[in-house]
């Protein structure tokens, strides 16, 4: 009895001083909060080379961050992880050319899929990343390297920032590689994404502690399916893998009573969702729909979503994108918008508005009998 006493003691103390062994198997890190890849942000502007700008006749795939200042002001100031991820590219180059030192990062995102951000004509490589190479990993805010002008082959430097989708991560020896694209085809072109767009939808995060049971919320704006995830014991997961694995049933909105509703929240109404196992956390996206990097970029993502893109710039399109509502601005429900579209595939008609009847659904669609006939449905934030 005395023996057993000393060894059951004996372990309670061990287990107090070292602690619990480490529980490694579930855990998974993800992308889920985002921010820029320079500081200051209010310091810098991509206003001369913005995503997908047209430059001597090409179509840009990232953004150039500029100081400012102009010129040579922001050479070899900080870069910085913008997310979470895995250094999966280095090209640690002495000599000028157009891309100089580049850093590729590999982005786990919460519903499994992956997301890749570039860093081009870097002055330096951080040494950790040297040290470490490939597999290293970077939490938002670490060192990347500093801004350069590519060995010298600018006059100015700049940062070229790129996001794509997991489909196309940057590789030189692809098209896609080469920083710009002399024509615009729906396979390239949805693989691409507006960095600063990206990152601003995702810069805000706010958690809910899901009860066992119905728990009631609001948003602050409006966000939809993809700017939400939930999180179950370490582990992460979208909407449909979470309601799959049984973590959480579909959330139901208040309109004359509880009913189902599509993956898209406006702070006008009240929701409730019901966690079917204790500890779940759901995060939510509240984007600044007011910033202008989100007014500029969210009618292009539009149209990257159809797979076809218009010869003129979007803001000269539709000037002023959302409102608070995701009403096209100057419309009423049922009334929309319309202009002509030249694309790589002729000329459509494109209407933008919004559905009273579709809640929060913003439609996007293009006239059947014009160009291919073609016709889309957008509604909430899927693409971006």
Known sequence: ?????????????????????????????????????????????????????????????????????????????????????????????????????????????????????????????????????????????????????????????????EVRDSEKPWDPSDELGHGYLEYIYPSQVQHLRSPSLFIKLRQKIDPIRLSRGNTYFTTEVMTGNSLVSFEYNGRFAGWYQAVEDGWVEFPQISNSGWQAVPFIFHPDYDYRIKAKKSGITMYLGQPDWDHPAVKRDTALAD???????????????????????????????????????????????????YDPNVPLGRVLFFEPDSGLGLTANLGGTNNY
């Open 303 to 353: 149209f990257i979503a159809l797979g076809l893109f218009p010869e003129s710039y979007i803001t000269e399109v539709f000037p002023d994108t959302l409102d608070l509502h995701d009403q096209p601005a100057g419309t009423e429900p049922g009334e929309w918008q319309s202009i002509e579209v030249a694309t790589d595939y002729g000329r459509f008609k494109l209407y933008r508005g």
């Open 1 to 161: 009895m005395k023996q057993w006493l000393f060894w059951s003691c004996l372990f309670v103390v061990m287990f107090l001083v070292i602690g619990c062994p480490p529980i490694t198997s579930n855990v998974k890190k993800v992308a889920l909060e985002w921010d820029v890849p320079v500081e200051p942000e209010g310091g810098y502007n991509i206003k001369e080379n913005p995503f997908l700008g047209l430059y001597n006749g090409k179509y840009h795939v990232g953004e150039d961050w500029n100081s400012n200042g102009g010129g040579n002001t922001d050479f070899d100031k900080p870069v910085f992880a913008v997310a979470y991820g895995i250094v999966v590219t280095i090209r640690n180059i002495d000599y000028p050319d157009s891309w100089g030192k580049v850093v590729q990062i590999e982005h786990p995102m919460p519903d499994g899929s992956k997301v890749y951000t570039v860093y081009a004509h870097l002055e330096e490589i951080d040494q950790e990343i040297l040290k470490k190479g490939k597999g290293k990993e970077l939490h938002p805010s670490d060192p990347v390297g500093t801004i350069g002008d590519a060995n010298g082959y600018y006059s100015s430097s700049h940062l070229h920032f």
